[in-house]
């Protein structure tokens, strides 16, 4: 067992933490969040996400989890110092290493001789070079070890991996690090720093690749009067193809892709490529967030002035509370930009205080059936599995209109046709 220290307690470090702790290490996880630090103290997880809250309670309990405030603090006796802490985009599409580097600053003192610095926040190519440079310390070796969970299934994905990338030129240290993962069973790729790193970007970008191109196939479907669900059964059988991550929605978002996806471009460019693909893929996406709110406009009759639309879904995909960069943001803005009303239920936002500063104009209220009181239409943007419980008969009665778009062709279009309801889904 090992001596960890885990820098930042968000949706990565703390999985991290947690996952780590449950594994049987000594982690102390570190954040510049006092009151963050306090509520994981005594228990509280701040964020949504599946049985993390049973882990912590389940580290806490045992003594192998705790929670300081400052990095220094955290790595004072640790053997691996894990960075989790965030690389936001700059305002140019590059990652933003200001949070690595002030995270280097604080432990490059402080870390014990010969430990281990692992770096699992996504960061650019070179990175792993810059935390070397911050620390200044040649007794100390720096790791990538990117991390590929997903919101909704973080503690899965963490035990569970479908691979474990490791970059490092010493090899003892690579050792070290994948011995951590004792009994996590995975593939594993033990390569340098700059192929770990652009790992993590290529996968993410062909993620987003994916979602783009099923949403155009969508368009297509529209087109030519196909649907899109079955094209995506005789799609994903074909095992070169696979269905995962071929489902038509109202684009692609969250804390990652949007910023992973114009880093890449960016990091292409310093590289010497035009990566002409990757800048479609994100303007495909940027087209579905208004393709989606023409739907919305058509289903109104042409003017969204003064309509009342009722959205369920705000996060960004179900299983979470995150709302950055949140596809049903980028629609609802849309709509508002357009004179539309708009009353959200999500069953993770609590009220209109839990929203980003930049979502005007939304009303959040507590049920389903709030939302659609008095709506010119329904709007659906979040795959929220309790949406498809929902009674058309009874909204039928309290709509203006019984009418719905279905971002993530998630109802039973036959059974909401059945009470009453216009279905517009996509690509069908
Ligand atoms: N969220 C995901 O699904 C996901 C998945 C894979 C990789 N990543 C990558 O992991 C990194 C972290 O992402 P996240 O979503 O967990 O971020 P987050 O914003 O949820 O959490 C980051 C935490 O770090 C803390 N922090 C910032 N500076 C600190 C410092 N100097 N010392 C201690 N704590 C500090 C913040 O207070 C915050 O609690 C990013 O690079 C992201 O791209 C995220």
Redesign the pocket.
């Given at each position: 067992m090992a001596r960890l220290a885990i820098?930042?307690?968000?949706?990565?470090?703390l999985t991290t933490g947690a996952c780590f702790a449950h594994l049987g290490h000594d982690v102390v996880c570190?954040?510049?969040?006092a009151d963050?630090v306090a509520r994981l103290s005594a228990g509280e997880v701040p964020i949504v996400e599946d049985r993390l809250d049973l882990l912590v309670r389940e580290g806490l309990d045992d003594g192998r989890l705790r929670f300081v405030v400052?990095?220094a603090e955290a790595v004072a006796d640790c053997e691996v110092a894990f960075l989790?802490?965030?690389?936001p985009q700059n305002p140019d599409g590059t990652a933003d290493l200001s949070?690595i580097e002030?995270?280097s600053a604080?432990i490059a003192a402080v870390l014990p001789a010969e430990s281990i610095v692992v770096n699992?926040?996504?960061?650019p190519v070179g990175s792993t070079r810059v935390v070397e440079r911050v620390l200044g310390r040649p007794d100390v070796t720096v790791v990538s070890n990117p991390?590929?969970?997903?919101?909704g299934s973080a503690i899965q994905d963490f035990l569970h991996p479908d691979r474990i990338v490791i970059g490092c030129e010493d090899q003892s240290a690579a050792i070290k690090v994948l011995s951590l993962y004792l009994s996590v069973t995975a593939p594993t790729v033990v390569t340098d720093p700059a192929s770990a790193e652009t790992i993590k970007y290529a996968a993410n970008a062909f993620l987003a690749t994916k979602l783009s191109f099923v949403n155009a196939i969508a368009a297509v479907c529209e087109g030519v009067g196909a649907d899109v669900n079955d094209v995506i059964l005789g799609l994903g059988y074909d095992t070169r193809i696979g269905s995962e991550f071929l489902k038509p929605g109202p684009g692609w978002g969250?804390?990652?892709f949007p910023k992973?996806t114009r880093a890449l471009v960016r990091i292409a460019e310093q590289g010497g490529y035009d990566f002409r693909l990757l800048d479609g893929v994100i303007a495909v996406n940027e087209e579905q967030f208004s393709r989606i709110a023409d739907k919305v406009r058509e289903a109104v009759g042409g003017d969204l002035t003064g309509r009342a639309i009722g959205v369920w879904g705000l996060t960004f995909k179900a299983g979470t509370d995150d709302l950055r960069e949140s596809p049903s943001l980028s629609v609802i803005e849309r709509l508002v930009a357009a004179g539309a009303v708009v009353r959200a239920y999500d069953p993770t936002v609590g009220s209109d205080a839990d929203l980003p500063p930049e979502a005007t104009g939304i009303e959040v209220v507590a049920t389903p059936a709030a939302a659609c009181d008095g709506a010119d239409v329904l709007v659906v943007l979040t795959e929220w599995d309790e949406f498809r419980w929902q009674d058309p008969a009874e909204l039928a009665a309290t709509m203006s209109t019984p009418s719905v778009v279905d971002a993530r062709n998630l109802l039973d279009r036959a059974r909401w046709e059945r009470h009453g309801f216009v279905h517009r889904g996509i690509g069908r």
């Open positions: 820098i930042g307690t968000g949706y990565v470090g570190a954040d510049v969040d963050k400052g990095a989790c802490v965030p690389t949070y002030a995270a604080e699992k926040s996504t960061v991390e590929f969970l997903r919101e969250g804390s990652c992973d």
